[in-house]
């Protein structure tokens, strides 16, 4: 079975520092699509980045990029330059069958932003 | 372009009522999903529909869900009868398509939060 695991419950991070979030999976599938989501109090959920498992290269979008290990089925998102605006419900998310879209979801990390 | 709207935003019901809520997608969206997210994890999926037809409800719990979406577009989502354990924020998503591709992304809806008391 396909699983997703965030194993930071709660993170706090001072505004303009760097923070990063862990996440772990587990497939033995080849070729599958990871995500980040955001969900802020609003309870809608943003998409932060994604990474195609094909591509070696790390995903960058401004201040968010991924580590993405595909040996050790590892996928961290840092964010730099922290901003209040950043504060919220962070998901890992999986999806290993593309002519689905079905993602599978981690726990969520909280992460805060303290000024 | 407007977002996913989704009705009622909050919702409280006594155990064994019945409660519906509502989605509609990205106009010309195709494939439009509902998860289920409950308190401290993350969303599960419902079930997903391809335009008007089910493309997979493996794990909805059909003796008291249902879902349909007629004429491919705007969606419900039923339960009856409702149990304490069903509390949770029911999210909706559409995408363009089912197929995913390099820039193909789900956007959601802000949710129903249900209450079962």
């Known amino acids: 079975a396909q699983t997703v695991t965030q194993s930071q419950p709660e993170m706090s991070v001072q505004e303009a520092e760097t923070v990063t979030l862990s996440c772990t999976y587990d497939?033995?599938?080849?070729?599958?699509?990871l995500f980040w989501y955001k969900q802020p109090p609003s309870r809608q959920m943003i998409l932060v980045i994604r990474?195609?498992?094909?591509?070696?290269q790390n995903a960058t979008e401004n201040r968010f990029s991924v580590n993405f290990q595909k040996a050790a089925k590892s996928f961290s998102l840092k964010i730099s330059d922290s901003q209040l605006g950043d504060t919220a419900m962070y998901f890992c998310?999986?999806?290993?069958?593309?002519?689905?879209?079905?993602?599978?979801f981690g726990q969520g990390t909280t992460l805060q932003v303290k000024p | 372009e407007a977002g996913v709207a989704q009705s009622p935003r909050y919702k409280i019901i006594e155990k064994r009522q019945s409660v519906a809520f509502w989605c509609n997608p990205i106009?010309?969206?195709?494939?439009l999903y509902w998860y289920q997210q409950i308190l401290g994890q993350g969303p599960k999926l419902l079930i997903q529909?391809?335009?008007?037809?089910?493309?997979?409800d493996s794990q909805l719990p059909k003796d008291r869900f249902s879902a349909e979406r007629l004429k491919g577009v705007d969606s419900t989502l039923k339960i009856q009868p409702a149990k304490l354990e069903d509390s949770a924020v029911y999210l909706c998503?559409?995408?363009?398509?089912?197929?995913?591709?390099?820039?193909?992304?789900?956007?959601f809806g802000q949710g129903t939060r249900l209450t079962v008391v």
């Open positions: 998310a999986f999806m290993i069958d593309s002519n689905t879209g079905k993602l599978i």
């Open positions: 497939t033995s599938e080849n070729n599958y699509y």
């Open positions: 998503a559409s995408s363009l398509e089912s197929r995913w591709g390099s820039n193909t992304e789900a956007f």
């Open positions: 106009s010309g969206h195709a494939t």
């Open positions: 529909f391809q335009n008007n037809g089910v493309v997979d």
């Open positions: 990474q195609e498992a094909y591509k070696q």
